[in-house]
């Protein structure tokens, strides 16, 4: 999906945490020309919708806390096959923090190439592959398992113990499923509709 400078500038607006800082100081860097977001050098090409996405849901996770400004991403990176969403600011077990648990997980069931759903998983070098992008694979590949469901330990106060808690992707991958028929032009309009 490519951005036009006008395109990031709007998304910046609504999701002020794709504005690249620097990390330690907080500061936008002087030179900052909107040529890029936070996300789109960072995360494999087929991952980008799926991370768009993700910023939709969170910003109002975010508003209703009162953390959209103060909310950043340490690093978004890749790693073991899943997309990896660290950031300052989501307090554990919250409505966001259970969010990007559900977005990194079902991240393992998205091409990372092309970003439909994945069928195979590379094997050593862990990779999630769709049918067609699966024979670009220089790896054996083996067929994944698409759960509909997660689990995340969760700290019961009551018990005093984690608990595993489950969590649907249905209703994810009927969103992501209708983002994949859109066109670049029908996407962002529909991510930037809050």
Not at 129 to 143: L, R
């Amino acid at each position: 999906m490519t951005l036009t400078v006008e395109q990031r500038k709007k998304l910046i607006e609504l999701y002020p945490y794709l504005q690249p800082r620097n990390l330690w100081t907080d500061k936008v860097s002087e030179d900052y020309d909107y040529s890029y977001i936070r996300g789109e050098h960072e995360l494999p090409e087929g991952w980008i919708r799926l991370f768009l996405l993700y910023c939709k849901n969170l910003r109002s996770k975010l508003v209703e806390t009162n953390t959209l400004d103060k909310f950043r991403f340490s690093q978004l990176k890749e790693k073991y096959g899943r997309m990896r969403l660290y950031n300052f600011g989501i307090p554990k077990n919250s409505d966001a923090d259970i969010l990007t648990s559900l977005y990194e997980s079902y991240s393992t069931q998205i091409c990372h190439v092309c970003g439909k759903l994945a069928r195979y998983e590379s094997l050593g070098w862990i990779e999630p592959w769709c049918e067609s992008c699966a024979d670009k694979c220089p790896y054996t590949k083996t067929k994944i398992y698409t759960g509909s469901q997660m689990g995340i330990g969760m700290w019961n106060r009551e018990k005093d113990c984690t608990e595993v808690v489950y969590y649907s992707f249905r209703k994810l991958a009927r969103e992501y499923k209708k983002c994949l028929l859109m066109t670049d032009e029908e996407f962002y309009q529909y991510i930037i509709t809050v």
